[in-house]
């Protein structure tokens, strides 16, 4: 797996997130609202400068940080996702949520961090494997013949089916359409 490719993927999240909002959360597992989008960049006094990959707040308050992965997180990952939170949390002044994406591997949904003795980090995962592309291709391809719009759902699961990993050699299935 190339991970030159990262930042190509985190754009095409970035944008999925960006247009279906609160619909992408649903997608992911995430039942709440998007409140508002906040700022992903953060500046500590030291001047060095993080950049989150997208952060928002959620109906209920509490700040929803999810970053997109690829190939999957890994421990030193970890380290990084908690700085973003204590970053966030100190800047917005409520508790912070993070949701790593993963591309290639449910393996990571296993990694904490311990913090001190009594303390640990382990935030919620979502792999992009786990999702029923069959099921929703076979509901896009008979809406697509009849001209029946899709849903949200069908249309973000068309794009995140391009840039699945498991799925890029079954692409074909698309072209039937």
Not at 1 to 11: A, G, Q, S, W
Not at 34 to 51: C, D, P
Not at 110 to 139: C, M, Q, R
Request: negative net charge; glycine residues 4%.
């Amino acid at each position: 797996m190339n991970r030159e490719i990262h930042p190509v993927y985190d754009v095409i999240l970035k944008m999925i997130v960006l247009i279906y909002g609160t619909s992408f959360l649903n997608y992911i597992g995430i039942e709440k609202e998007i409140k508002s989008i906040l700022g992903v960049e953060f500046v500590t006094l030291t001047g060095k400068k993080y950049i989150l990959d997208f952060l928002c707040q959620l109906d209920d308050d509490a700040i929803c940080h999810i970053e997109f992965q690829f190939p999957s997180a890994s421990p030193k990952d970890l380290d990084r996702f908690f700085d973003y939170n204590i970053l966030s949390q100190v800047q917005h002044q409520k508790l912070t949520e993070t949701l790593v994406f993963n591309f290639i591997s449910s393996k990571s949904k296993d990694l904490t961090i311990k913090i001190g003795k009594s303390k640990s980090f382990h935030p919620e995962h979502f792999y992009l494997g786990d999702v029923d592309f069959e099921t929703y291709l076979k509901n896009i391809n008979i809406k697509s013949k009849s001209n029946i719009k899709l849903t949200e759902f069908e249309e973000m699961t068309l794009m995140l089916i391009c840039i699945c990993p498991e799925w890029e050699n079954k692409l074909e299935t698309l072209q039937y359409m």
